[in-house]
């Protein structure tokens, strides 16, 4: 389990996963918004902020919008979701 000191689980987390945003940042040249998302889930990952989303993750992402408009992109919230780029 990722709560277990020195388990593979939490060294993969904690040090695993922040090492591979970074290559992934820097092997691709990925649009600014990709690379702010990447980066707010490193913070997250590095801050232990990282929260699981419930059956009520629906209501909580609505009202965290309306509070943080810039939740997704700014590392403080811990709460990751993809959202799918709208085509114009």
Do not use: C
Request: net charge positive; proline share 5%; aromatic share 6%.
């Amino acid at each position: 389990m990722t709560s277990e000191v020195d388990s593979f689980a939490q060294k993969t987390i904690l040090h695993r996963k922040p090492r591979i945003i970074d290559e992934v940042i820097a092997e691709n040249d990925y649009p600014s918004f990709i690379i702010k998302h990447l980066v707010s889930f490193k913070k997250e990952i590095l801050g232990n902020n990282v929260q699981l989303l419930t059956e009520k993750a629906h209501g909580q992402i609505k009202r965290i919008a309306a509070e943080d408009p810039e939740w997704l992109i700014n590392g403080q919230r811990g709460i990751i979701q993809y959202v799918k780029p709208t085509v114009s």
